[in-house]
């Protein structure tokens, strides 16, 4: 195949115009990844779990079967706790949600490591909770499953992103669309990408 040259005389290719003997060595190995990283029981689960997803878990309005549902997979859900037929909990046996808290529509709880969310919490609509990710300075990327926590009494706005490992404390509101990648405050408004704390959360007296 003809080549062009550059100013220092070394071939490249014409459509690229990338010098091939130039070319970094690859770090990562993913022909070493682990290709099952979970036991056969828990493979077992999971697609036990699937077809509950795709089946019985829709049915409309059904707040009490879904709390039920989950339960009956290992889940600790508290009482009076709304979530979505259109939520998604990867492993319910990982998963903790306390009284009275709310799952919006599309909301996802990609929980490979363990999630816990506390009382009168809500995530509203496309909240993507990820305790999952892997070691990028090893080349095989082993799988890492750090968790979540997210405290009492807070409002996760929409589409926003949950990172793994974090930890968000009681009466926070975390904005739209932010990216928490590392851990907030109790009571104060984080926002932005990376979120970041931008004020104290004023807190008046509850209504009587």
């Not at 220092?8 to 115009?17: A, K, V, Y």
């Not at 036991?39 to 709390?67: C, M």
């Not at 039920?68 to 508290?78: E, P, T, Y």
């Not at 609509?125 to 090893?138: M, R």
Request: aromatic share 8%; hydrophobic share 40%; with cysteine.
């Amino acid at each position: 195949m003809p080549t062009d040259s550059d100013h220092s005389g070394n071939s490249r290719s014409p459509d690229t115009g990338v010098n091939p003997l130039r070319q970094p060595k690859v770090f990562q190995q993913l022909d070493r990844a682990q290709r099952a990283p979970y036991s056969v029981r828990e493979r077992l689960l999971r697609a036990l779990w699937t077809l509950v997803n795709q089946t019985i878990w829709r049915v409309p309005r059904g707040w009490a079967w879904r709390r039920a549902l989950l339960r009956s997979f290992g889940a600790k859900v508290g009482q009076g706790t709304f979530i979505r037929a259109s939520t998604k909990v990867f492993h319910p046996w990982l998963f903790e949600i306390g009284d009275y808290s709310a799952l919006g529509p599309g909301v996802v709880i990609y929980n490979l490591g363990s999630v816990r969310i506390g009382s009168h919490t809500t995530l509203s609509q496309d909240t993507y909770v990820c305790a999952g990710t892997h070691d990028y300075t090893i080349a095989h990327l082993p799988l890492l499953r750090p968790p979540i926590e997210i405290g009492n009494g807070v409002w996760v706005a929409a589409q926003a992103f949950i990172g793994p490992g974090t930890s968000i404390g009681d009466n926070c509101v975390i904005g739209a669309r932010a990216v928490v990648t590392s851990d907030i405050a109790p009571g104060t408004i984080a926002a932005g990408n990376p979120a970041r704390v931008i004020k104290p959360r004023v807190m008046s007296p509850p209504v009587t």
